[in-house]
Nanobody, 127 residues
């Protein structure tokens, strides 16, 4: 019922940057933790980042730590993933996902916790 729409993907050269957006037209996003996943061909879906409902807490997988930054603007019903210093191994389909009343104290919500999914968006890092 909560519709998440992703944008901002595409093709970028190694070392470049992209910002993914995840937005809803509904005014309920502030009650959800937002989790970012990615899945490359032949690999399992990997949780890479999450942000608490109020934006005060974030977590990152080791593979993206220091390069990616999660943020959100609840007034705009949007969440963002800024991706810098992109590498070819970052190539994947990226998903935002929402967990109602999700907590991110010591860990991110997992696949089984997710209530709603974005449609997925392709990020390709190649020269």
């Amino acid at each position: 019922q909560l519709q998440l729409v992703e944008s901002g993907g595409g093709l970028v050269q190694p070392g470049g940057s992209l910002r993914l957006s995840c937005a809803t037209s509904q005014y309920t996003l502030d009650y959800y933790a937002i989790v970012w996943f990615r899945q490359a061909p032949g690999k399992e879906r990997e949780g890479i980042s999450c942000i608490s409902p109020d934006g005060s807490t974030t977590h990152y997988a080791d593979s993206v730590k220091g390069r990616f930054t999660a943020s959100r603007d609840n007034a705009k019903n949007s969440a963002y993933l800024q991706m810098n210093s992109l590498k070819p191994e970052d190539t994947a389909n990226y998903y935002c996902a929402a967990d109602l009343w999700g907590t991110v104290d010591g860990d991110c919500p997992h696949l089984g916790d997710i209530d709603y999914w974005g449609q997925g968006i392709q990020v390709t890092v190649s020269s």
